[in-house]
């Protein structure tokens, strides 16, 4: 077996948001504030192996991102440790190791994440050229050989974001992260505000990038679609809970959770032969909220599959390769 590079063993992260100015001033009149914990990341554990892509997959507000960033040492996790290498994320202190090249991040949104005035050499020359990765008589061709990579071409060194459209701009903020030589990428709804056309272009872009460079990658989604083409194996996450975690053609065609076969369900599908007819089953019930998850099973009151004991005992992962959290996992191909 390959070795782990990222290790996430029991990572929790609760949110404990500020009490409002109204809400102190009902409290000073004397109605109890109630504190309202968000347990965004709920006691997960899996691993990556080197060169290994992990897809993460779930519905708005489960936890992804909180979890990609705790993994990136941006959040510091409430509970359990993340590491890479055996070395933890954070440093001493719960301060994230701010000299750590070895993780980086590609966000959702890449004009957030480039700043207007910068031109786009310097954007993805300075990190580099700061940990000495690069010296200074280089950088330019260092940049070059990056924009390269990503498909740009290197008087693209000169413009500024505004200059590019979303596609290019997501490949900027690509070939930013991986001028670091990260040993890890956490990629974070990274094609989820391009236009359909361009998605595919950039997954193409990632699927080059794994091929040539042996990228390893925790890759966030709540697209089903999305994550397949990329990974390696994927994780299903709800409500804060890895429930279901295997090798992706494992995953997609046995699936052996029932929010997993829910939400494989609710993507619309062509019917064979037909090039109109589009069935899909939205999943039933409501997303319950984070601030109060219900007891035992967190799905159990959308789940078909649901029986007493559900609604009480938590159900855990198992350690196996495709391991689920059910009580009564579904039969493969069920
Ligand atoms: N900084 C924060 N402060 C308070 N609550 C947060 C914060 N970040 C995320 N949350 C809450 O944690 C939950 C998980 O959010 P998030 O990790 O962004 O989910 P996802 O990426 O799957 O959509 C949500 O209920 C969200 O509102
Ligand atoms: S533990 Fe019960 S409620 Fe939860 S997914 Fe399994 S069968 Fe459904
Ligand atoms: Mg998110």
Same mark, same amino acid.
């Given at each position: 077996m390959?070795?782990m ?6 990572v ?6 500020? =009490? ?5 001033i009902?409290a000073?009149?004397?109605s ?7 347990h965004?990341?709920?006691?997960v554990?899996?691993?990556i192996?080197?060169g ?9 507000g489960c936890?992804?991102?909180?979890l990609?960033?705790v ?27 701010k000299?750590?090249t070895?993780i980086?991040?590609?966000f ?24 000495? &990765? ?8 260092y ?6 990579? =990503? ?11 505004h !200059?590019f459209?979303?596609? !290019?701009r ?6 930013? *992260?991986?001028? $670091?030589?990260p ?12 236009? =359909?056309?361009?998605q595919? !272009?950039?997954?193409?872009l ?7 460079l ?11 679609? =999305?994550v397949?083409h990329?990974?390696?194996?994927? *994780?299903? $996450? ?6 279901? &975690?295997?090798p ?10 029932p929010?997993t076969r ?11 032969g ?13 997303l319950?909220?984070? &601030?109060?998850p ?16 559900c609604?009480?005992?938590a159900?855990r992962?198992? *350690?196996?390769a ?6 009564f ?6």
């Amino acid at each position: 077996m390959s070795a782990m590079l990222v290790d996430v063993v029991s990572v929790s992260k609760r949110f404990t948001p500020s =009490v409002s100015v109204g809400e102190r001033i009902a409290a000073w009149l004397g109605s109890p504030v109630e504190t309202r914990t968000v347990h965004a990341v709920d006691d997960v554990s899996f691993h990556i192996r080197k060169g290994e892509v992990l897809g993460l997959v779930g519905e708005s507000g489960c936890g992804k991102s909180t979890l990609g960033r705790v993994i990136a040492g941006i959040h510091p996790p409430s509970a359990g440790r993340a590491t890479i290498d055996g070395l933890p994320v954070m440093g001493e202190g719960r301060k994230p190791l701010k000299t750590t090249t070895r993780i980086q991040m590609v966000f959702q949104d890449p004009f957030a994440s480039l700043d207007p005035r910068i031109r786009i050499g310097e954007t993805i020359g300075e990190g580099p050229l700061a940990h000495g &990765l690069v010296g200074k008589a280089d950088v330019h061709a260092y940049v070059a050989q990056w924009l390269a990579a =990503v498909g740009l071409p290197a008087e693209a060194a000169d413009r500024f974001p505004h !200059q590019f459209s979303g596609g !290019q701009r997501q490949r900027v903020a690509i070939a930013r *992260a991986l001028a $670091m030589q990260p040993d890890v990428l956490v990629c974070d709804e990274p094609v989820a505000s391009l236009d =359909v056309s361009i998605q595919a !272009q950039i997954i193409n872009l990632f699927l080059k990038l794994r091929r040539e460079l042996d990228v390893t990658m925790l890759f966030i989604s709540h697209d089903l679609g =999305v994550v397949r083409h990329i990974s390696d194996r994927v *994780a299903i $996450m709800y409500l804060g809970r890895i429930v279901e &975690l295997g090798p992706t053609a494992e995953i997609y065609d046995r699936p052996r959770h029932p929010y997993t076969r829910a939400l494989l369900d609710s993507v619309p599908k062509l019917v064979t032969g037909s090039d109109e007819l589009v069935t899909f089953k939205p999943i039933q019930g409501e997303l319950p909220s984070p &601030l109060s998850p219900p007891p035992g099973c967190h799905f159990h009151l959308r789940c078909p599959s649901a029986q007493a004991r559900c609604r009480t005992d938590a159900p855990r992962l198992d *350690a196996a390769a495709h391991s689920v959290s059910c009580h009564f996992p579904l039969a493969a191909g069920e």
